[in-house]
């Protein structure tokens, strides 16, 4: 399995400590690269920062560079995770993928991964590791999303009723009924889509912060203020209807896309207004799961076939790489041999030529057995086994030649 040099520090949505790391704004990003950058022993670093991740790339990874992250997560985040190698690889071709998503085959993904590492570049952060990675990740997923039906998923529920209410004829202004993570995607959705939207909850606080990430009018939870808006959204849980017979003069001719489990809609209002809720799309859904699953299945393997593509590619370099460190440590052995007997013995040009070419030819009969096992061999030799080739070829060059042995 191939090595790499670079480490990961994650964390998902559910660990992150505070409000401050689950909403992303650009004065965080500069604030975790400036502390990064302070550390001069981290050469590379890429921040990936969406709505559900955190997450630090950073090389090298040494004891004293772990620690200097594991200093800034410290504190600030309830739980983090640690990995490198072959784990950091797999995981950012399935992010960019969209196969690590709160909603699997997600678009926006790319294009954060994308903006990520073009941001470290213009940080100064990024060099040929993190490049040869994020391009590797990023061009994976456009393909990904180009070869397999993942990118032609209906990637949630929340999209599937927001494209409900546009057919159906739902018209502004809309009031998204829950701030949850079902309220909170359905009115982003709405923005998204031009539309005239607000967001109310129960508990204020949890409405504020959707209102303040959205940038969307927040309305305060009583149903005397509702009746100016044509549309609703429900996304709440509640053990009892919210809206009633009794209010179906104000809600007549309206739309309502209840979404709530149980219903917060009394179903009888279908007979007043326009009304959609779970199970009027359950059979949509269902057929949105069965693809979502085909989908994910293909594009699995398809990022399985592209990882393994990418690091044949880094180990077939890493170890052209290493082949060329071997003959250039060589070449430098031979030159001072050369110097080490020329002190010894006057030689002419072509005795110089003869001992030079004796020399080399010795050389590569002893490195041909190594360079045929890099080449041959499932994996990069590592730092050791570089150590045992190095003290080979130290100790062939001390050993102790005459002129008539090599001439």
């Known amino acids: 399995m191939n090595r790499s040099g670079i480490f990961l520090a994650s964390v998902t949505y559910t660990d992150l400590g505070s409000m401050y790391f689950k909403v992303v704004r650009p004065e965080q990003i500069d604030e975790i690269y400036r502390y990064l950058a302070k550390n001069h022993e981290i050469r590379e670093a890429v921040v990936l920062w969406t709505c559900n991740r955190f997450e630090i790339y950073f090389h090298p990874g040494t004891h004293a560079n772990l620690q200097y992250v594991k200093g800034y997560l410290e504190g600030r985040v309830s739980n983090y995770r640690i990995s490198h190698g072959s784990s950091v690889i797999r995981h950012l071709f399935h992010v960019a993928a969209g196969l690590d998503s709160m909603l699997v085959g997600e678009n926006e993904i790319l294009g954060q991964t994308k903006n990520a590492w073009q941001l470290a570049r213009r940080s100064g952060m990024c060099g040929s590791e993190m490049n040869l990675l994020f391009r590797g990740a990023v061009e994976s997923g456009k393909r990904v999303r180009a070869k397999t039906p993942i990118g032609r998923l209906r990637r949630s529920v929340s999209r599937e009723s927001v494209e409900l209410f546009e057919a159906s004829g739902g018209a502004d202004p809309i009031l998204v009924v829950g701030a949850g993570a079902m309220g909170r995607q359905i009115a982003l959705l709405l923005r998204k889509h031009g539309h005239a939207v607000s967001v109310t909850n129960r508990t204020p606080q949890r409405g504020r912060r959707v209102s303040e990430e959205l940038g969307i009018p927040l309305i305060a939870y009583d149903r005397n203020r509702w009746h100016s808006y044509r549309s609703f959204f429900f996304a709440v849980r509640s053990s009892e209807y919210i809206v009633t017979q009794d209010d179906a003069n104000a809600l007549a001719g309206k739309t309502i896309i209840d979404l709530s489990a149980p219903f917060a809609a009394d179903p009888s209002l279908s007979g007043v207004c326009t009304l959609i809720n779970l199970d009027t799309i359950s059979g949509r859904i269902k057929r949105m799961d069965d693809d979502r699953k085909k989908a994910t299945e293909e594009a699995s393997l398809f990022i399985a076939v592209e990882i393994r593509n990418y690091m044949e590619k880094q180990r077939f370099s890493g170890k052209e790489e290493l082949i060329k460190r071997i003959f250039e440590m060589s ?56 150590e045992k080739i190095r003290k080979s070829l130290e100790s062939a060059s001390e050993k102790r030649m005459t002129l008539r042995d090599m001439l």
């Open 331 to 386: 070449d430098r052995l031979v030159a001072g041999q050369m110097k080490h007997l020329s002190k010894q013995i006057s030689l002419s040009p072509e005795q110089s030529d003869a001992v030079r070419n004796s020399l080399e030819k010795e050389r590569d009969m002893l490195l041909s057995a190594v360079v045929s096992s890099v080449k041959s061999g499932d994996d990069i030799l590592s730092k050791a086994e570089l």
